[in-house]
């Protein structure tokens, strides 16, 4: 219903903001690790959740944290509020690490979230990682020989989260090199 809410920050506490646009305070629950403070000008992409007894604000400041909150919810067992949980524990770079990596340890961390619903989670996602539309940032890659892998699988057609999962998907890759990397990289998409 709302892209996005444009205004200026008036009230703050834990998850949750106030922001004043032409007059009107709107509630919207944001991340935990959201740094404004009052009075700040913020645009927060917005998601409206109907609920039987409440319409509840979603706000995220990117495009892509908003999009990975629509992928999560799209799990069964997970709902709004443990939606924000994960983005509130980690970046949305990690987030994507952890998925691509299947790494049931991590995402249990997150308060609300056990073995089982973390196992879940990753099984019904498995086939939307790859559609989810998140420019996944260098930070997911540890070095420079695996950024020269991205680079050149992308230019080889293969969109970013390809060729990161792809990557992802190599093991005891800290001594090859930048072209056995490729090799393998390459091996991985074409058994996709």
Same mark, same amino acid.
């Given at each position: 219903m709302?892209?996005?809410?444009?205004? %200026? $920050?008036?009230i703050? !506490?834990?998850?949750?903001?106030a922001?004043?646009?032409?007059?009107?305070?709107?509630?919207?629950?944001?991340?935990?690790?959201?740094?404004? %403070?009052?009075?700040?000008?913020?645009?927060? *992409?917005?998601?409206?959740?109907?609920?039987?007894?409440?319409?509840? +604000? *979603?706000?995220?400041?990117?495009?892509?944290?908003k999009?990975?909150?629509?992928?999560?919810? !799209?799990?069964?067992?997970?709902?709004?509020?443990?939606?924000?949980?994960?983005?509130?524990?980690?970046?949305?770079? #990690? +987030?994507?690490h952890?998925?691509f990596?299947k790494?049931?340890?991590? +995402?249990? %961390?997150?308060?609300?979230?056990? $073995?089982? %619903?973390?196992?879940?989670?990753?099984?019904?996602?498995?086939?939307?990682?790859?559609?989810?539309?998140?420019?996944?940032?260098? !930070? $997911?890659?540890?070095?420079?020989?695996?950024?020269?892998?991205?680079?050149?699988?992308?230019?080889?057609?293969?969109?970013?989260?390809?060729?990161?999962k792809?990557? !992802?998907?190599?093991?005891n890759? #800290?001594n090859?090199?930048?072209?056995?990397l490729?090799s393998n990289?390459?091996?991985?998409?074409?058994?996709l």
């Amino acid at each position: 219903m709302f892209a996005f809410i444009e205004g %200026k $920050v008036q009230i703050i !506490s834990e998850g949750v903001i106030a922001l004043l646009c032409n007059g009107v305070g709107y509630e919207i629950i944001v991340s935990k690790k959201l740094d404004v %403070k009052n009075d700040d000008n913020i645009r927060l *992409y917005t998601k409206l959740i109907h609920r039987e007894d409440a319409m509840i +604000l *979603y706000g995220f400041l990117t495009r892509e944290e908003k999009n990975m909150f629509t992928t999560l919810m !799209s799990a069964s067992g997970v709902g709004p509020k443990l939606a924000m949980e994960v983005l509130s524990t980690y970046s949305i770079n #990690d +987030l994507m690490h952890i998925l691509f990596n299947k790494d049931i340890n991590l +995402l249990k %961390k997150v308060s609300g979230m056990g $073995v089982k %619903k973390a196992e879940k989670l990753l099984f019904e996602l498995r086939d939307k990682i790859e559609k989810i539309d998140i420019n996944i940032s260098s !930070s $997911v890659i540890s070095n420079d020989n695996e950024s020269d892998v991205i680079k050149a699988l992308i230019s080889l057609g293969f969109s970013n989260n390809e060729a990161v999962k792809a990557l !992802s998907a190599i093991e005891n890759k #800290d001594n090859m090199t930048t072209e056995d990397l490729i090799s393998n990289a390459l091996r991985n998409l074409s058994s996709l």
